[in-house]
Each structure stands twice: as C-alpha cells, then as structure tokens.
C-alpha cells in the first residue's frame, strides 16, 4: 500500500528528474497529455501549467494517491485509478503526451507495453518516461541480500529480483525499432540527505515497500533495524548530510508523423 505522505519524503530530490525528463520533450501545442502513473498528482500539475492548452489525464493504481491528486483536480486537469498494464485513455486522435515517471520499474513486462504506447500516440506524440537505474547499488543490494538471508528469507526471498530495467541502449533500440526518433541518457545525482537513516528514509517510500507489505507490525520493525544497520555502513552520515548516489534512465521518443 502506497503512503502519500512516506512516498512524499525528499520531495525536491524525487522531483528533479522528472523536470530534467519533460524539459526534454519539445511538444509545442499538444492537446491531450497523459502521466501514466502520477502518484499524488504535483507533478501532474505541473504539466497543466506548462501546456495550459492541453487537457491532462493522471492515473495511477493506488488510491490513496488518487485520493490526494483529486485535491487538485480542474476542469483541464483530472485524475483517476487505472493501471499501467491496460490501454491507455486515448481519444479517436491519440495522445500527444505520454509521461511516466519512476513507474516502468515496477512492471517486469512493461518492454512489451511501450509499443501499444507508441500506437496510441498521434503522429508527431511523444513519449518520456525515466526508471532509476540503482538496483546493483547498495541501498537495493543490501536489502536484497537480507531478503535472502535465514530469518526472512522464507516470507521475503522471492522479492529479491534481478535489474527490472534496461539501460539507455536498450530503449533506444526498443523504440527506434517501432520508428520513433530516441533520446535515450543516464545521469547519477548525488543528493544530500538530512536527518538519520536518511537512506532507510528514502527507500521506506519505495523499493522497501513491497517487504514492508507482507510482514505484520512487529516483524516489520526487526526488518527495519537490520536495513539501518546494514545501510547506515554503506551511506555514513557526516556533518553536512548524507550523500546518496541515484542513477537514472531517461527516454524521450518522437513518434515520426506520416
């Protein structure tokens, strides 16, 4: 179950590549735009303000990140449930946008939905998405190797997976092959995390969030204090913050017009 407010941590450090990843998308005077997972909804928004002639769709599976994003709903702007794996809502001329933003990671398929997203774009649409590229890092690592370790390995084994994303290359490749024009890049910010468990912090709000969904209360908090343990070695914290490498994978597709 996806908190709003958890996710919410570190809001400015989660938001900055998604405005490096639209910044890249030089569609001038679309109509409709989709953000295909928009959790609560801002950034969303965001894209109301910069195309403020588009009418501009955000769904996402949770619904308590729905619940939130309705708070900000317009006339222009509308929010809804809807999953990544279905069709997209597309009028009869397609979608000009397509947005999805630290989504794709989470849906092991989600290669073989990209080409019905390309279809369901207007001619001259694009496509940007962006997935963190950090699974072989330790703040992914380590936890994984707990989930494999004796005391949880029976109930949280089988959520230690293999890299769920491709690198640049492999996008490109992807949809250059479905006729788009690519810009396909990777970029590691290091943020400055304030606070304790600053790391453990960020990962609560998402790769500890299927773990923390499948133990009761009490084993949930022995589970916690392993990955602080383990993390506060990988991620020490200095006098200024905690520094916390984050790759990234970026995509920006122009589906060629006829």
């Given amino acids: 179950m ?3 407010e958890v996710y919410g941590r570190f809001a400015d450090e989660r938001s900055r590549p998604y405005f490096d990843l639209v910044a890249r998308v030089r569609a001038d005077h679309p109509q409709y735009v989709v953000d295909a997972g928009c959790g609560g ?22 619904p308590a990140m729905i619940e939130k994003a309705a708070a900000l709903a317009t006339d222009r702007l509308t929010f809804g449930i809807g999953d990544v794996r279905d ?5 009869g001329g397609g979608i000009d946008v397509i947005v999805s933003n630290a989504v794709l990671q989470w849906v092991p398929e989600h290669r073989e939905l990209l ?14 998405f962006q997935v963190p590229g950090n ?24 959520l230690a997976r293999e890299t769920p994303v491709d690198d640049p290359a492999g996008y490109l490749d992807l949809l250059a092959g479905l006729g788009c024009r690519v810009d ?19 990962v609560t709000g998402t790769a500890l ?9 009490k084993d949930a908090a022995v589970f916690l204090a392993d990955c602080a343990r383990a993390l506060s070695r990988a991620y020490p914290r200095k006098s200024y913050g905690t520094a916390f490498p984050f790759r990234r994978i970026f995509v920006v597709a122009e589906k060629h017009a006829p």
């Fill in 2 to 4: 996806w908190d709003p």
């Fill in 41 to 62: 909804g801002e950034l969303t928004a965001a894209l109301a303000r910069r195309w403020p002639e588009a009418a501009v769709h955000g769904f996402d599976s949770s």
């Fill in 87 to 91: 069709p997209l809502p597309a009028p």
């Fill in 115 to 128: 080409p019905g997203w390309v279809s369901a774009l207007a001619p001259g649409g694009w496509l940007a």
């Fill in 135 to 158: 699974f072989d890092a330790p703040s992914h690592a380590l936890i994984h190797d707990l989930c494999r370790t004796p005391p949880w390995r029976d109930t949280l084994g089988d």
């Fill in 184 to 202: 396909a890049w990777e970029t590691t910010y290091l943020h400055l995390l304030p606070g304790e468990d600053a790391v453990l912090r960020w």
């Fill in 209 to 217: 969030r299927p773990m923390l969904d499948r133990l009761g209360e």
